[in-house]
């Protein structure tokens, strides 16, 4: 395109622009109207409180009109029935509840901050444990957002970076234009400019060179900026007395234009067969996810301009890539084996980004990848049938990732999305749970965001999340995700249903009691028999009953080796665990493994020498 978008930045090159839209029309206002059309959704502990709180309502006001006319048909006077009615309606209502959820919530963001993750909204605190599905930035989230040269095509051979070589002179010549024909400079030993430039000049110091000592010695006389018509740029030199054209790009701009090249034996003329090998080497880096420049140079007195570049003599290829963090492999598959579906939403190529998902775990076989232009042909229901095979978009618009959001959302699914720029906003207000960046994101994008990542890492998003923090937990969730399908919930779901705990809430005597509840830690001492098989066992509770194969119950004392309610009762507030256990009873229908644990809890709560601190109680 020839459009030049409000609130770029430009970097260099000179144009003359004219003005052709104002304010809500230009590109930038196009994305605030997104923002403004995208509703934040109600998290799920807030629709289980509304439900919670209506229902509560619907019973009181029951038993209150009961209780006034029981009070009435006893011969008390109307005011006096009334005011008993009231005072049990009063009385009834639990108050202290919000608060409590706030105040929990709240120790959750300081548990999360020190895993890096700020927390904007406390409604995040208990999304982040609902997440079934995190659709993820590429650069700079799930790789280190630094360049790095790669694989070099030169004298017909890949080689290394450190197998360069100054006194061979085609090697010599392809350092001279990734240095001179480059506009970018390390500072202090930090890069300015375009991160793939700067990357081509610490490939020359990883060889033991200065690419200060050159430049200082020859002066550039003419440049022909890159753009994206002409997809290469070229600068001229005059070294050892002679002018030198040197010009770097994409490989389909430059190979027509070049009429020789440099090997070996030295320069010959280029042939068909050297072309078809060059785009054969050209095409196995691109599938590898590496990004090609190509280089090539000529010796001519003409002026340089856009015309007179041509006749080049072909030098080689340079690859390079934004490696992924060393530790997303490892947080990939952590979510994976939870249950947690991520989705890799980047501007690359869809070669490149696929490659890289490959890398890191999100792409598998059978995955497919798709490009904005593809989602844009896509109707709902298509991208609906599609939805769970696609873990890789790419070139994508901020429309694109709305519905993306919307169509995972549509499946039931708990959505968190990762962004940094102003076009990513509206997709991260309409997520269940926004995530900024801390150090590459834009102002607006934490402004639209619920949680924000202090070090940029995809990671951290994994460590904040309640379910991941002890590894010995994972492999239990594989044995979890045919009931979660069959619920047609992600597991993280299932679990914040049957057990509202916030992401990062723990209690002092929690934290004394890690081994039995850390996060959902296991009691070594506990065996496997005495945990029931249902939801809950996402983070393998120990529920003290004894179950067998066949599902029976055979309620047993809670001694101190398995002490599971008794701990639970240590651990948690009274409040928490009747809450727990009044919505694991209100879901023991959804499945056979919540009958299976609301049973066990059943005959255990009825049975006072299992639990003598509550023989009151009885499950609802």
């Known amino acids: ?110 548990k999360m901050a020190k895993e890096n993750a700020v927390i904007k909204d406390l409604k995040a605190v208990e999304s982040l444990g609902c997440v079934s599905v995190i659709c993820s930035d590429k650069t700079g989230t799930l790789t280190q957002n630094k360049m790095t040269v790669q694989k070099i095509y030169v004298n017909g051979e890949s080689i290394l970076e450190n197998q360069l070589d100054l006194n061979i002179e085609s090697h010599r010549h392809l350092l001279y234009d990734m240095v001179l024909n480059n506009d970018s400079s390390i500072v202090d030993g930090k890069g300015i400019g375009d991160p793939t430039e700067y990357a081509l000049l610490e490939t020359f110091q990883h060889i033991g060179l200065d690419e200060n000592v050159l430049r200082d010695v020859l002066t550039r006389v003419e440049e022909v900026p890159f753009d994206s018509d002409r997809k290469m740029m070229s600068t001229k030199y005059k070294m050892h007395g002679v002018n030198h054209i040197l010009t770097k790009g994409a490989l389909d701009s430059i190979l027509d234009r070049c009429v020789s090249i440099a090997t070996k034996d030295g320069i010959r003329p280029i ?146 999305m990762t962004g940094d720029g102003v076009n990513d906003a509206p997709a991260l207000k309409k997520a269940d749970i926004g995530v900024a960046m801390g150090i590459t994101g834009t102002e607006v994008s934490k402004d639209a965001a619920s949680m924000i990542l202090q070090d940029d890492n995809f990671a951290t998003i994994i460590k904040a999340h309640p379910d991941l923090h002890h590894h010995d937990l994972l492999p239990h969730a594989d044995a979890l995700r045919p009931a979660a399908q069959q619920s047609r919930l992600g597991r993280g779901q299932i679990m914040q249903v049957v057990v509202h705990r916030p992401a990062g809430a723990a209690t002092a005597a929690g934290r004394r009691s890690r081994h039995m509840i850390h996060h959902g830690g296991v009691d070594p001492a506990v065996d496997d028999a005495q945990r029931v098989q249902h939801p809950v066992a996402c983070r393998q509770l120990p529920l003290g009953p004894a179950v067998t194969n066949a599902g029976d119950v055979e309620p047993q004392p809670v001694g101190e080796g398995a002490g599971a309610v008794g701990k639970l009762h240590d651990v948690l507030p009274d409040l928490f665990l009747l809450c727990h256990m009044m919505l694991l009873f209100r879901e023991r229908n959804r499945l056979p493994a919540h009958r299976q644990g609301a049973d066990a809890l059943t005959k255990m709560l009825t049975d006072s020498s299992a639990y003598p601190r509550w023989p009151e109680i009885r499950p609802p």
Request: with cysteine; charged share 25%.
């Open 1 to 110: 395109t020839d459009m030049v978008f409000s609130g770029s930045l430009v970097t260099y090159g000179r144009a003359i622009v004219v003005v052709t839209e104002t304010g809500m029309n230009t590109e930038i206002g196009k994305i605030a109207t997104l923002m403004n059309q995208a509703k934040s959704k109600k998290t799920p502990l807030q629709l289980s409180l509304d439900k919670f709180s209506s229902r509560l309502a619907v019973i009181i006001m029951a038993i209150c009109v009961v209780v006034f006319g029981l009070s009435m048909f006893n011969g008390m006077s109307v005011l006096n029935s009334l005011m008993f009615a009231v005072a049990l309606a009063v009385a009834a209502i639990p108050e202290a509840l919000g608060s409590i959820v706030t105040i929990v919530q709240a120790m959750g963001t300081q």
């Open 271 to 416: 042939t068909d067969e050297d072309k078809a090998e060059i785009s054969r080497v050209n095409r196995e880096y691109s599938e590898q996810g590496l990004r090609v420049l190509t280089f090539a140079y000529k010796e001519s007195d003409e002026a340089l301009t856009v015309n007179t570049e041509n006749d080049y003599t072909f030098i080689g290829l340079v690859s390079m890539i934004d490696p992924p963090r060393e530790e997303s492999k490892q947080a990939v598959a952590d979510a994976i084996r939870a249950g947690i579906k991520p989705v890799m939403i980047t501007g690359d190529h869809k070669i490149t980004a696929s490659a890289i998902a490959k890398q890191i775990g999100i792409f598998n076989d059978g995955d497919i990848a798709v490009t904005g232009l593809e989602l844009d042909a896509m109707s709902d229901k298509e991208l609906d049938e599609k939805i769970e095979k696609i873990s890789v978009y790419a070139r994508v618009s901020p429309e694109n990732k709305i519905r993306i959001v919307e169509a995972w959302q549509r499946k039931g699914n708990i959505v968190s």
